[in-house]
């Protein structure tokens, strides 16, 4: 199996569904010429033509307000966010119309609208430019959150969430784009909502996605040191969120921590800190705790922004509070 990174399996799912698929098409800021901000698009623009790869002008609102009504016409429309926090300009077409349609038309209308966008901190990009937003957009019912880790779920869950009736937010990590890892050539798809465990355990659980895989990864190898085996379950998805993997994980492990980049007031591993707490608590030998980023705007200083993003040794202390 070829070893590719990220930012080669998302190029090659757009390829793919762009050659399937002629009602597909690819619009954005540089997302053409410039072959986008992190080079995702790459060879699109030669390869389509400029009727299906579409530079747009910097205006959030208008891109996704005009992908919204394509979608609702019958094309299948891949906006590109140059970073998520600009997402937050066209949050009324994304949260106000978008998410809502289907359902204020009584199911007559889908909306069939992919947002890919990169989020994540790491690269001193300032306060504007490194959030980590999927919580919000978890709020929103009617999106679809998809938040893959490694380059095989970045290929097989952009081609699903190209596919999918429903608008879906695709948050790609910015510190991600040259992971490298085996990813399938040709079709390969996942669906989406379900959880994948990256690292088998039996003494706790640690919930996590998006580059937090590998800090737990890496916490995980660590705290194996001292006999405690952590289990690492990626979700992949926040809607649909596999409650299920989460809850079949802690009941054999007894023990849960979640784990996030986003601020961790509002975060989502609360809501997955609460269900656990609802639907598994006789099974806990302990509480579920949480770790989340600092509750503040992202520094640009390296070792603010560093100390404001969950770390592998910060996971570790926090599972040592559970034994």
């Given at each position: 199996?070829?070893?590719?990174?990220?930012?080669?399996a998302?190029?090659?799912?757009?390829?793919?569904?762009?050659e399937r698929?002629e009602?597909?098409?690819?619009l954005?800021?540089?997302?053409?010429?410039?072959?986008?901000?992190?080079?995702v698009?790459?060879?699109?623009?030669?390869?389509?033509?400029?009727?299906?790869?579409?530079?747009?002008?910097?205006?959030?609102?208008?891109?996704?307000?005009?992908?919204?009504?394509?979608?609702?016409?019958g094309?299948?429309?891949?906006?590109?966010?140059?970073?998520?926090?600009?997402?937050?300009?066209?949050?009324?077409?994304?949260?106000?119309?978008?998410?809502?349609?289907?359902?204020?038309?009584?199911?007559?209308?889908?909306?069939?609208?992919?947002?890919?966008?990169?989020?994540?901190?790491?690269?001193?990009?300032?306060?504007?430019?490194?959030h980590?937003?999927?919580?919000?957009?978890?709020?929103?019912?009617?999106?679809?959150?998809?938040?893959?880790?490694?380059?095989?779920?970045?290929?097989?869950?952009?081609?699903?969430?190209?596919?999918?009736?429903?608008?879906?937010?695709?948050?790609?990590?910015?510190?991600l784009?040259?992971?490298?890892?085996?990813?399938?050539?040709?079709?390969?798809?996942?669906p989406?909502?379900?959880?994948?465990?990256?690292?088998?355990?039996?003494?706790?659980?640690?919930?996590?996605?998006?580059?937090?895989?590998?800090?737990?990864l890496?916490?995980?190898?660590?705290l194996?040191?001292?006999?405690?085996?952590?289990?690492?379950?990626?979700?992949?998805?926040?809607n649909?969120?596999?409650?299920?993997?989460?809850?079949?994980?802690?009941?054999?492990?007894?023990?849960?921590?979640?784990?996030?980049?986003?601020?961790?007031?509002?975060?989502?591993?609360?809501?997955?800190?609460?269900?656990?707490?609802?639907?598994?608590?006789?099974?806990?030998?302990a509480?579920?705790?949480?770790?989340?980023?600092?509750?503040?705007?992202?520094?640009?200083?390296?070792?603010?922004e560093?100390?404001?993003?969950?770390?592998?040794?910060?996971?570790?202390?926090?599972?040592?509070?559970?034994?």
């Amino acid at each position: 199996m070829p070893e590719i990174t990220c930012r080669e399996a998302l190029n090659q799912a757009l390829h793919e569904e762009m050659e399937r698929d002629e009602t597909v098409f690819v619009l954005g800021e540089d997302v053409g010429l410039y072959e986008g901000s992190f080079k995702v698009t790459k060879g699109l623009l030669a390869k389509f033509g400029d009727k299906r790869v579409i530079d747009t002008p910097i205006s959030e609102a208008g891109i996704v307000g005009m992908a919204c009504g394509a979608a609702m016409t019958g094309l299948r429309p891949i906006v590109e966010l140059m970073t998520i926090n600009f997402s937050i300009v066209a949050l009324d077409q994304i949260m106000n119309h978008a998410a809502v349609a289907r359902y204020m038309f009584g199911g007559q209308v889908a909306v069939p609208l992919t947002i890919r966008t990169p989020g994540g901190a790491g690269h001193q990009l300032g306060a504007q430019h490194s959030h980590s937003l999927e919580a919000l957009f978890l709020h929103c019912p009617g999106l679809r959150v998809i938040v893959p880790s490694v380059p095989a779920d970045a290929k097989g869950l952009l081609k699903s969430a190209i596919r999918s009736q429903d608008p879906v937010m695709f948050i790609e990590h910015e510190g991600l784009y040259a992971v490298k890892g085996e990813v399938p050539a040709g079709e390969y798809t996942i669906p989406l909502g379900r959880a994948d465990i990256k690292r088998e355990g039996r003494d706790l659980t640690l919930v996590t996605l998006s580059r937090m895989v590998y800090v737990c990864l890496e916490a995980a190898e660590e705290l194996a040191k001292e006999g405690i085996e952590v289990e690492v379950l990626d979700l992949r998805a926040l809607n649909p969120l596999d409650m299920k993997a989460v809850l079949d994980s802690v009941r054999k492990t007894r023990r849960a921590v979640t784990v996030e980049e986003s601020w961790l007031t509002g975060g989502w591993g609360g809501e997955i800190a609460a269900r656990i707490m609802e639907e598994a608590f006789d099974d806990l030998d302990a509480p579920v705790l949480r770790v989340g980023g600092a509750d503040v705007p992202m520094p640009y200083n390296k070792a603010l922004e560093k100390a404001a993003i969950p770390d592998a040794a910060q996971v570790a202390a926090r599972v040592r509070e559970l034994f």
